[in-house]
């Protein structure tokens, strides 16, 4: 998949067929758009693009109040289009200059001129530019002028799919993982270093990974325990993962994300780590002291290990 951040060679894409969006969580409704795009550019010779936007349009336009958190990552999201099949990507830089163009100044200018876009495949509901006033229909009134195809992704295509990123995005924090990863198509993720603790999971037969995330924006969680895939250095691991307070030993105030790691010894500080969350098994509770703790934890590894090990 090439990726672009700006038009400078832009030229290198053959008879572009082109999607706008943010592709906010990019998820399984998202891969139908992309399968179109696909079949569509196959027809003509050409490419399949999405033209896409960073930082998020909502950090740009409310800066001090956007309360925007991260289903996947920059980085996350563009390896999803990539392994969706996607061709290319235009990252185009938003700010609120660029906010300020109206749908004709952004069809005509960019499209039109600078991209040679030939066919423009979009939702049903989709709107952009200044006031949000580009439509589907605002699109077919200029199509013929500037000599591209408007092809719609009719209602019932989209809302079949029953999925958005609001979905996906409350789904993750009510915990409700499960569902969220058939949203997705694929598991929750989070990525981070391991940074150093007070190694209390130690002293009990459980040590974990304190994990600082890679992006601050990043959506949490609610607070629990997760049952996880860990990948390190090319190797998974299973393992279970709490979120929260820690309310039996400290009672913190801000959450940490702390991953035991099954069948595993290493010292890894300042390491990276990927963690897939696939089910969350219990809420976090407090205990009546650090026995009844330890032995809630072996339930939860016994509990965790045969979850995996299902047919």
Request: overall charge negative.
């Amino acid at each position: 998949m090439n990726i672009f951040n700006d038009f400078s060679s832009i030229s290198s894409i053959k008879h572009p067929v082109l999607t706008i969006g943010t592709f906010d969580g990019v998820h399984i409704g998202h891969k139908r758009i992309i399968d179109q795009l696909n079949e569509e550019a196959a027809k003509i010779g050409g490419e399949s693009v999405l033209f896409t936007f960073f930082p998020h349009p909502r950090m740009v336009i409310f800066p001090e109040s956007h309360g925007l958190k991260l289903i996947q990552t920059q980085e996350e999201k563009l390896e999803k289009l990539k392994e969706m099949g996607l061709q290319n990507v235009i990252v185009f830089p938003f700010t609120f200059e660029f906010s300020r163009l109206t749908a004709l100044e952004f069809v005509r200018d960019m499209l039109v001129n600078q991209l040679h876009v030939k066919k423009l495949v979009i939702g049903y509901d989709h709107q952009f530019g200044k006031n949000r006033e580009g439509s589907i229909h605002f699109l077919r009134d200029v199509a013929e002028t500037y000599e591209f195809e408007v092809i719609e992704i009719p209602a019932q295509d989209i809302d079949a799919v029953h999925v958005s990123s609001t979905k996906i995005r409350e789904a993750i924090l009510t915990g409700e993982i499960e569902k969220a990863n058939d949203y997705l198509g694929a598991p929750f993720q989070l990525f981070g270093t391991v940074v150093q603790g007070k190694q209390l999971g130690r002293t009990i037969g459980f040590p974990t990974a304190n994990l600082s995330l890679a992006n601050d924006l990043k959506l949490i969680p609610q607070n629990g325990v997760y049952a996880v895939k860990v990948f390190y250095q090319e190797q998974c691991f299973e393992g279970m993962m709490n979120i929260g307070i820690r309310p039996t030993i400290e009672g913190k105030n801000d959450p940490t994300i702390e991953v035991h790691i099954f069948d595993f010894d290493q010292t890894i500080y300042g390491d990276n780590l990927r963690v897939e969350l696939y089910k969350k098994t219990r809420e976090e509770q407090k205990f009546n002291g650090i026995d009844a703790l330890k032995d809630q934890l072996k339930s939860d590894e016994i509990s965790i290990r045969n979850f995996f090990s299902r047919p």
